[in-house]
């Protein structure tokens, strides 16, 4: 039976792969990824001969029916995102739907995650959290904004967690604010990287500081949940 191997990858640093995760790029027939230029940066650094194909947000769906079909002529296939874990915020997930409705084996290869990497050193309890991946960059922002706002007041969880490109992260800073006060903020910039980046401290201090530093590389922001 063919099987679709949706592989965790490092956020950064390419040591954060797990020896399972190299073993199964190895061994497929085929690698689904992002950005194959990103992913032949992994692949050469162990020496990973694998082919790969593309499979990314703007990939229309004869390019999910493609791969499917190539699942079921018996190829095993690897899933990767250009960074972290497929499926979170990210189209792999419509591909392991069709797999599934398919009646295809669908296999976990867990590892590196921006999510967890910052929940894990946030230093907040995390036993109920959010996430909301990208907030909406017009459509639905305001929306998103007061419902953000209902569920900062029902404290049903211990903290909201989301992602920001640096382009947007002061203005989601000052939108956040509004929505949910000046709650304790914990800021990842650059996860696993060289430049890596842990800030603390409440919203409008995020926002004097990131008015005076430059905003640069990806952000996860974790809000402190009033309880």
Known sequence: MSTLYVVATPIGNLEDITIRALNTLRDVDLIACEDTRRTRIL??????????????????????????????????????????????????????SEAVKNDIKVVPIPGSSALTTLLS???????????????PKKKGRQTMMRNLMKISNMN?????????????????????????GNNQIIIGRELTKKFEEIFRGNISQAIQYFDKNQARGEFVICIKQKL
């Open 43 to 96: 692949l050469d650094r162990y020496e990973i001969s694998t082919s790969m194909i593309s499979y990314h947000q703007h990939s229309k769906i004869v390019k999910v029916v493609e791969i499917v079909e190539m699942l079921k002529s018996g190829e095993n296939i690897a899933l990767v995102t250009d960074a972290g874990t497929p499926g979170i915020n990210d189209p792999g997930g419509v591909l392991v």
């Open 121 to 135: 050193v946030s230093g907040i309890k995390s036993d109920r959290f959010l996430f909301l991946g990208f907030l």
């Open 156 to 180: 049903l969880y211990d903290a909201i967690v989301i992602y920001e490109s640096p382009y947007r992260l002061l203005r989601t800073l000052q939108d956040l604010q509004l929505a949910v």
